[in-house]
């Protein structure tokens, strides 16, 4: 991701008004506008992997997202646009963002990797109803789940190819094998 040059501070209302006008996706952190940088295959086939495999398996009240719908942050002065994200509350009633995610899924660029896993992941923490938050690397298999513990702690587990992930905030077990159907490893 990258700031904008030249672009001075918007308001959450003026960036609501400008970002579907604009041919790029773009996020806003407290004020500032930040471009979303393209994905490459790989990133891609990982996100309809991973999109597809919960699809198959949920039905309502489970929602699923991807790429393209926003997330927003409690107090309006973030949104975000999730790789996966997955809602099954009532109050998700907006037809152009998500409030109540469950779980939400990052797929891992070198580009984004130290954002997702430090600043995104602490804003990420603040909804009250986000149960799970995955980590999926790009160059290598590997997958990391953040899960919130009944003492509000987040308890990481990792996992590798041979390994299945259950995701209990949807009671869905995929395995890591079929994430990363047809991505190419250099």
């Known amino acids: 991701m990258v700031a904008l040059p030249d672009r001075p501070l918007m308001s959450a209302e003026e960036y ?15 004020g500032e506008v930040v471009a979303i940088s393209g994905g490459t295959r790989n990133h891609n086939r990982i996100c309809v992997n991973f999109f597809k495999l919960l699809d198959d398996s949920l039905n309502l009240p489970y929602e699923i997202y ?11 002065r973030n949104y975000f646009y999730p790789d996966v994200m997955v ?13 109540f995610p ?4 990052e797929v891992l660029s070198p580009s984004t ?11 990420y923490r603040q909804f009250s109803t986000l149960q799970e938050y995955v980590l999926v690397q790009v160059q290598q298999p590997g997958v990391e789940l953040f ?24 009671g869905v077990e995929i395995a890591i094998a079929d994430l990363y159907r047809q991505v190419q490893f250099s």
Do not use: H, M
């Open 87 to 99: 809602t099954c509350d009532d109050r998700d009633n907006d037809p152009q963002l998500v409030q």
């Open 113 to 123: 990797e130290a954002i997702d896993r430090g600043a995104k992941f602490a804003k």
């Open 16 to 30: 609501l008004a400008w970002e579907p006008t604009q041919e790029e996706r773009y996020e806003y952190w407290d």
């Open 147 to 170: 899960r919130r513990n009944q003492q509000s702690q987040w308890v990481l587990s990792e996992y590798g190819l041979g390994d299945s992930l259950l995701l209990e905030s949807v």
């Open 102 to 105: 469950s779980l939400i899924i």
């Open 66 to 76: 991807i790429l393209a719908v926003k997330l927003r942050l409690e107090g309006g």
